[in-house]
C-alpha cells in the first residue's frame, strides 16, 4: 500500500512540473489574454496541446506568436483554431453538430429494461437518436441474465440491435423440471447449483421435489418412466456429494434439513423415507440396490 502511494504521489509531481513547465513556455508575464466562447457553451478547451476549462473561458498570459486552440463537446465535430497572438482579444466560435444515429433496441423476450451509456432508456422495443461513435447497450429482466452489447454507430447512421437474454440458472432448471418433473437429472443439476452457492434450504426443497416424484414414479415402460428410473441413480449420487464433499458442513448445515424433510412430511411414501434414512447411515450402496429404486 505504501509503494502504490508513493507512486501516485510521484506521479502526481512529475505531472504537475510537466504542466507548470509547458505553461511557462506558453505564457508571458507580460503577454496577452484570449477570451474564449463557443455555441454551444461548455467545450473544453485545449491551447497548444495543454488542457484549460470549458467555455467561457480566459487563457492569460500567452505570448505574442502561433497558438492552437482546440475546442470538443460531446455531439459536436472537434473545432481547431490556430491563430497568431498579438495582443488581448477574443476568439468565438460555432460548433458543428454531427448528424445524429437512430438506434432501435429489440429483446427476446421484449419488455426489457434497456440502459444505453448506462442510463436507463425505456423498456424494449425503443429507439433513441445517438451521437456517432462506440455505445454500450444493455437489458436486464427478472428471471434472466444480463444482456450487455457495445455497438458503433456511424454518422446518420440507423442501426437496429437485437439483444437475447438468457434466461437465469434458476428460472432455466426450474423450466425444465415444470416441463419434465420425472427427470431427475435436472433436479440434481440445479441441487448442485445450490449446494455450490450455499443456498441449503432452497437445495432441499429441490430435494423434496425429487422425493416427490420418487414416491408416485411414472411406469417403467414409459419413455418418460425409463428416464426417471436411471436418473434415480444420478439422485442417489447427489446426496452422497453433498455429504462427501464436506462432512461437518453436512452435520451442521444440510442433516437437519434432511431430517425435516421426513418429519414434516409424513404423507410421503414409506419408500422415500427407507431412501432417506438408508442415506443417513451411509447405506448408499444399498439404497441403490433396494427394491425400491
Known amino acids: 500500500m505504501k509503494k502504490v502511494l508513493l507512486s501516485l504521489a510521484v506521479f502526481l509531481v512529475v505531472s504537475l512540473a510537466t504542466y507548470a513547465a509547458v505553461r511557462a513556455v506558453l505564457s508571458d508575464p507580460d503577454g496577452h489574454t484570449v477570451k474564449l466562447r463557443s455555441v454551444p457553451p461548455g467545450a473544453i478547451v485545449t491551447v497548444d496541446g495543454v488542457p484549460l476549462a470549458t467555455t467561457p473561458c480566459e487563457a492569460e498570459d500567452l505570448a505574442t506568436g502561433p497558438h492552437e486552440f482546440s475546442f470538443v463537446a460531446s455531439g459536436y465535430r472537434k473545432r481547431v483554431v490556430n491563430t497568431s497572438v498579438t495582443e488581448d482579444t477574443e476568439l468565438s466560435v460555432k460548433l458543428e453538430q454531427y448528424a445524429s444515429s437512430l438506434l432501435t433496441v429489440r429483446t427476446q423476450p421484449s419488455a426489457a429494461r434497456v440502459f444505453i451509456d448506462g442510463i436507463e432508456a425505456g423498456t424494449s422495443p425503443l429507439g433513441r437518436k445517438l451521437a456517432p461513435g462506440k455505445h454500450t447497450v444493455s437489458a436486464v429482466m427478472k428471471n434472466y441474465e444480463e444482456a450487455i452489447e457495445t455497438v458503433e454507430l456511424a454518422e446518420g ?137
Open 157 to 293: 447512421e440507423n442501426s437496429e440491435l437485437t439483444l437475447q437474454l438468457q434466461p437465469s440458472v434458476v428460472t432455466y432448471y426450474t423450466q425444465l423440471i415444470e416441463s419434465e418433473p420425472h427427470n431427475l437429472y435436472h433436479h440434481c443439476d440445479l441441487m448442485r447449483y445450490y449446494y455450490v452457492k450455499g443456498e441449503y434450504e432452497k437445495l432441499c426443497t429441490v430435494i423434496e421435489m425429487a422425493l416427490e416424484q420418487i414416491a408416485s414414479p411414472p411406469s417403467s415402460n414409459t419413455a418418460e418412466g425409463n428416464v426417471h428410473w436411471k436418473s434415480r441413480s444420478r439422485f442417489v449420487q447427489e446426496l452422497g456429494k453433498t455429504k462427501g464433499d464436506d462432512m461437518k458442513l453436512y452435520e451442521e448445515a444440510l442433516r437437519p434439513h434432511y431430517l425435516a424433510l421426513v418429519q414434516e412430511s409424513p404423507h410421503k411414501d414409506i419408500a422415500i423415507q427407507y431412501i432417506v434414512f438408508n442415506y443417513y447411515a451411509g447405506r448408499l450402496n444399498q439404497i441403490c440396490h433396494s427394491p425400491v429404486l
